[in-house]
């Protein structure tokens, strides 16, 4: 599991408590450290787990959905959704973007070229957090982001996605999502999920930066200045990450020789 994989894990509500297992390299010493969730005030907070992240390389870093992020002749001219045909959606996104209303759902998608929006994170504890479709099927990260309460997100805007998600809280949305090809399917499972919004608390980390060494062994990096991490004294550089309240990042066979789950 890349740190991208596990970065949700360590962020949560202000004051709320994480559960983190580490490994000494040199004694196998193993111990869990509790760490309240709090502010980094890093001025390198931005490359630190549990802050806000840019879009990276591949992906559509100029935010627009459906869209390849190559530049000259070859540069894919995307397919704009013809509004035109379907004046209601036009006028509910423009309703969209105008209203003050603050519920939203704490789904984070990013622009992949030539796919669209795929879901990045969710906010811990946020209504996309586990959240399950009528059939039991579960909002996961990867899935791609098809349609919002019936609009399609083709050649849509990240702004214009935002706005359809945002809402008053207690309102629903349904978004129509779709999996990730397996091998032999032509086509990733879609399905349809009804996720009601709620006032969501911006979520905050504890302050570590993880590196993965060549072993595929996320160890710990760095740490912000004044973070939580470093106030609890019992965070070291190199150390091994095991779990996060008790979900596994790294199976240990051995220290020496960690496997990703």
Not at 24 to 38: F, K, M, T
Not at 72 to 88: N, S, T
Not at 159 to 164: R, V
Not at 201 to 212: D, E, H, L, S
């Amino acid at each position: 599991m890349p740190p991208s994989s596990f970065m949700h894990l360590l962020k949560g509500p202000m004051g709320s408590t994480v559960d983190i297992r580490f490994m000494r390299d040199e004694s196998n010493e193993e111990r869990v450290v509790r760490i309240a969730r709090g502010p980094i005030s890093s001025q390198d907070s931005s490359s630190h787990i549990g802050a806000p992240q840019e879009p990276t390389e591949g992906e559509n870093n100029w935010r627009r959905g459906g869209a390849a992020t190559t530049t000259g002749a070859d540069a894919a001219i995307p397919e704009e959704y013809d509004f035109d045909k379907d004046k209601g959606a036009l006028q509910k996104l423009e309703g969209k973007k105008s209203s003050q209303a603050n519920g939203n759902i704490g789904a984070i998608f990013r622009g992949v070229s030539g796919q669209g929006f795929v879901l990045k994170d969710v906010t811990p504890a946020s209504p996309a957090d586990g959240a399950k479709s009528a059939h039991g099927i579960e909002l996961e990260i990867e899935d791609k982001l098809l349609s919002i309460d019936g609009i399609s997100t083709d050649g849509l805007f990240y702004q214009d996605l935002e706005a359809l998600l945002r809402g008053e809280p207690g309102t629903q949305v349904e978004l129509s999502m779709q999996k990730p090809r397996q091998i032999g399917e032509e086509m990733g499972l879609a399905y349809s999920i009804q996720i009601t919004r709620k006032l969501i608390q911006k979520p905050v980390g504890v302050g570590i930066t993880f590196r993965v060494d060549e072993k595929g062994v996320a160890r710990v990096q760095s740490m912000a200045v004044g973070s939580p991490a470093e106030e609890s004294g019992r965070v070291y550089n190199g150390d091994g990450l095991i779990s996060i309240n008790d979900r596994t990042v790294f199976k240990k066979v051995s220290f020496c020789a960690m496997t990703l789950t």
